[in-house]
């Protein structure tokens, strides 16, 4: 029982390892909050309409969530 645990819990991280999304900076940054703008930089998001792929996991999508009226993210 403990082997179908891990194999699942495997399957799982590969599934979500090979999953991407692209975010783009559709909104102007400038004037905005300061942890805003960090999580702009840490996304690899410096000019308007620029996008990036990155990996689907959560930390990901904390600082997504951070910046969601700025962006305009997809599943790739």
Known sequence: MAEKKVKSAVES?????????KVTLVKSKS???QNQLRTLEALGLGKLNSSVIVPDNDAIRGMIFVV???VKVENV
């Not at 991280?13 to 999304?21: A, C, I």
Request: aromatic letters at 0%; charged letters at 25%.
């Open 13 to 21: 991280s590969e599934k979500t390892s090979t999953q991407n999304l």
């Open 31 to 33: 004037g905005r909050l």
């Open 68 to 70: 969601k009226h700025l």
